[in-house]
């Protein structure tokens, strides 16, 4: 069984900084792409970053500049930096794996709220 447990997330004010990290555990195959994603209230989920496993990432417009994702392929896991954080930052935030398999596999997920 594969788990994804994702850590890091808070609240912060506008401006501040978090560190998301999210690790995999279980029976898995080599890890191909690993990604954040967010929803927030009302909101469709939307790809935040996501990184191969050679290191090519690529951001959502909305996050370039502030966010920057990377990975430990020893440790299965991902991290994403988010800094200068704002309001519309505010979701609960997923990573996803994709295995050279091709199975995905999700996390619960970690709130982050950004409010003064």
């Known amino acids: 069984q594969v788990q994804l447990v994702e850590s890091g997330g808070g609240l912060v004010q506008p401006g501040g900084s978090l560190r998301l990290s999210c690790a995999a555990s279980?029976?898995?195959?080599?890890?191909?792409?690993m990604g954040w994603y967010r929803q927030a209230p009302g909101k469709e989920r939307e790809l935040v970053a996501d990184?191969?496993?050679?290191?090519?990432?690529n951001y959502a417009d909305s996050v370039k500049g502030r966010f920057t994702i990377s990975r430990n392929n020893a440790k299965k896991t991902v991290y994403l930096d988010m800094n200068s954080l704002k309001p519309d930052d505010t979701a609960l935030y997923y990573c996803?794996?994709?295995?050279?398999?091709?199975?995905?596999?999700w996390g619960q997920g970690t709130q982050v709220t950004v409010s003064s």
């Open positions: 279980g029976t898995i195959a080599s890890i191909n792409n």
């Open positions: 990184i191969t496993r050679g290191g090519s990432t």
């Open positions: 996803s794996i994709r295995t050279s398999l091709q199975n995905v596999y």
